[in-house]
């Protein structure tokens, strides 16, 4: 499977659960982290993690199970990392604090309009 079916897997996961201001930023130039970063805000700590559950439901459904999970006990921000795609999941306040679109503004904004549901 290709980082851009995992990512898209994760995010029409997280469209499916009401996520909000879902992003993907693409970052293999900037850093050997990850080639994308997916990020989504929940509007409850309950909702963080049903989003993380969701996406590691349906990536597991297509064969891929994420290398590490970090945050489930705090359920301000879960990041599930797939190597090649890394999920962050947080609440707004979270996602405020840690700013990640502002700390990888030099990151391409991947347009994925068409596949999210409209509003």
């Not at 409850?44 to 297509?62: F, G, I, N, R, Y």
């Not at 999970?69 to 999920?87: A, F, H, M, P």
Request: net charge negative; no cysteine.
């Amino acid at each position: 499977m290709t980082d851009r079916e995992e990512f898209e897997i994760a995010v029409k996961a997280l469209d499916s659960k009401k996520a909000e201001k879902i992003t993907v930023l693409k970052i293999s130039d900037l850093t050997v982290l990850a080639n994308y970063f997916v990020i989504a805000s929940a509007t409850s700590t309950t909702q963080v993690k049903a989003l993380a559950d969701a996406v590691e439901h349906h990536l597991e459904q297509a064969g891929v199970t994420p290398k590490s999970v970090e945050g489930v006990q705090s359920r301000n921000w879960i990041v599930l990392d797939y190597i090649d795609v890394i999920v962050h999941v947080f609440t707004e306040e979270a996602r405020d604090f840690y700013q990640l679109e502002h700390l990888w503004a030099d990151g391409e904004r991947v347009d994925i309009s068409d596949m999210i549901k409209e509003a």
